[in-house]
């Protein structure tokens, strides 16, 4: 399994629930505040690699939705001044992994070969036995077995 360095927008739901994914499938998530981050430009340019500039950014951003943004009409630089003015436009979330960086859940989805559907990700318990037996407490006296 990898560890993924995983930029997120603090209370998204969206990136939680991807996170939970990650982590269901095995993966170590370090959460990291994708507003916060001290960004520059040519590290955030990292993460888009050959992708057109208009997927660069994060279409529910207020200033995309509302059209005072258009991304088709900026090239590289002129989108990178822009994210760095405001971090909720950058597409989310960045993500590392083993020294590769990607933008946006589906490219980390298919870097780590998770199914399509979120849904699809096991959220239980990944060892072979049903049901998991509850572990022995140095005081209990339990045998570990489930009741």
């Not at 993924?4 to 629930?17: D, H, I, L, M, S």
């Not at 505040?33 to 050959?50: I, K, M």
């Not at 960045?94 to 979120?118: H, K, T, W």
Request: include cysteine; aromatic fraction near 6%; charge should be neutral.
């Amino acid at each position: 399994m990898s560890t993924v360095v995983f930029y997120e927008k603090p209370g998204c739901k969206t990136n939680a629930r991807q996170r939970r994914a990650l982590e269901a499938a095995g993966h170590t998530v370090l959460v990291r505040d994708l507003l916060t981050e001290p960004w520059t430009a040519e590290r955030l340019r990292d993460f888009f690699g050959q992708s057109p500039v208009p997927s660069w950014f994060n279409p529910a951003a207020p200033a995309i939705k509302t059209g005072a943004i258009v991304p088709a009409d900026l090239d590289g630089d002129a989108a990178l001044r822009r994210m760095l003015a405001d971090p909720l436009l950058i597409r989310r979330p960045l993500a590392e992994v083993e020294g590769q960086r990607l933008a946006g859940f589906e490219a980390l989805r298919d870097r780590l070969g998770l199914p399509a559907d979120l849904d699809a990700v096991p959220t239980g318990c990944s060892h072979p036995h049903s049901p998991c037996t509850i572990p022995e407490s140095p005081t209990s006296g339990s045998t570990g077995a489930p009741s």
